[in-house]
């Protein structure tokens, strides 16, 4: 049985070899299937992008690549579909900063409560030199990071209060992504965080096992969350960045100029997802409002009064993370 077994794998096992030593130019002129996955509906920011990047990797190549997507997380939450890249089965993501920083602790900076002012701000030191360096450091980890993406600012939605003050979110079984960062932080203001994989939250959420999750107005109206929380609090308490990922094996098996394909095709992504983004923190409140969420929106001095309370938390924040390179992100106009 072992020695049919090896026989069999024998000529596959040359042909593998024979493909590697061919290297990329060999497989020039066949098509390759670009497996992409990502938490959302294709409606989203997410379908978007990941559509973008399809047609301009798609057109630039004359078709020599073929995506084909699986939204909705129908390839897993997104630690499954990262470490699938990281197995070479799945070639592309789209994902949130949620786990990244179990792959690459750094990345963990960008969730630190109240570190950005707004969105020009996030998109301008993603795309300088600190969010740049970042990126870099997936190479360690066996993964290759394109370009970072965005889903908007974070607001809480929840089913038990309104929330004005950080008193109110004590006890409250907030559904957190499973990044210590957060998890920090709303232990710090008193809440139960319960972090979850993103595919598990809806039926949570309906059956009351948690109380509410936040998300960007991105996420709150693509998932349509306004089915199963009543309200939103517009808290705004971190600036939630994506990334866009394919596997070291695609990349390293491609031309020079199929990755630039691919890397010029992320940057137009980005574009598309920003402009998404850029839209609904304009029209996502009044859709929710019509939806029949009862919206608040915290005012700046509820905002400070939230951020006092995280004293205990920036100490951490301020032992874990460079100190200078918190400074130079927060003085970045
Ligand atoms: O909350 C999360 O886990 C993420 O923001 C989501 C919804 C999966 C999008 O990446």
Redesign the pocket.
């Known amino acids: 049985m072992k020695a049919l077994a090896l026989r069999n794998f024998a000529p596959a096992a040359a042909l593998a070899v024979a493909l590697g030593a061919f290297g990329w130019a060999g497989a020039a002129n066949a098509q390759q299937e670009i497996k992409i996955g ?3 509906a294709p409606t989203s920011h ?1 379908g978007v992008a990941a559509d973008k990047w399809q047609e301009v990797v798609e057109a630039k190549s004359d078709g020599r690549y073929k995506f084909r997507h699986f939204p909705s997380s129908g390839l897993g939450g ?1 630690r499954e579909v990262i470490e699938g890249l990281q197995l070479g089965t799945i070639e592309a993501t789209i ?2 900063s ?1 786990t990244l920083s179990n792959f690459v602790p750094e990345t963990g900076i960008f969730d630190i409560p109240f570190l950005f002012r707004d969105l020009t701000h996030a998109r301008k030191v993603l795309d300088g030199e600190v969010g740049q360096s970042i990126l870099a450091k997936f190479d360690d980890v066996g993964l290759v990071a394109l370009a970072w993406g965005e ?1 908007g600012f974070r607001h809480i939605t929840n089913n038990r209060n309104e929330i004005d003050k950080p008193e109110d979110v004590a006890g409250l079984k907030l559904r957190t ?1 499973e990044n210590p960062i957060h998890i920090t932080a709303f232990e710090t203001l008193g809440a139960a965080p319960t972090p979850m ?2 595919p598990e ?1 809806i039926s949570a959420l309906q059956q009351g096992t948690i109380d509410g ?1 936040e ?2 107005l991105s ?1 709150i109206t693509s ?1 349509k969350l306004s089915e199963v929380q009543k309200y939103l609090t517009l808290s705004g308490h971190v600036y ?1 960045p ?1 990334m866009l990922l394919v596997s070291k094996q695609l990349w390293e098996g491609m031309s020079p100029e199929d990755q630039t394909i691919f890397k010029d095709a992320a940057t137009e992504a980005v574009a598309a997802m920003r402009a998404y983004v850029d839209n609904v923190e304009t029209s996502g409140v009044e859709q929710l409002k019509k939806e029949g969420m009862n919206v608040s929106e915290m005012t700046a001095e509820q905002k400070a009064a939230f951020q006092k309370a995280l004293a205990p938390a920036y100490e951490k924040y301020y032992g874990q993370y460079d100190k200078a390179t918190i400074d130079k992100i927060i003085a970045t106009e």
Do not use: C, H, R, T
Request: proline share 5%; no cysteine.
């Open positions: 990502y938490a959302l997410y997104e994902v949130s949620g889903q992504m994989a993103w939250v999750q998300n960007p996420v998932a939630s994506a």
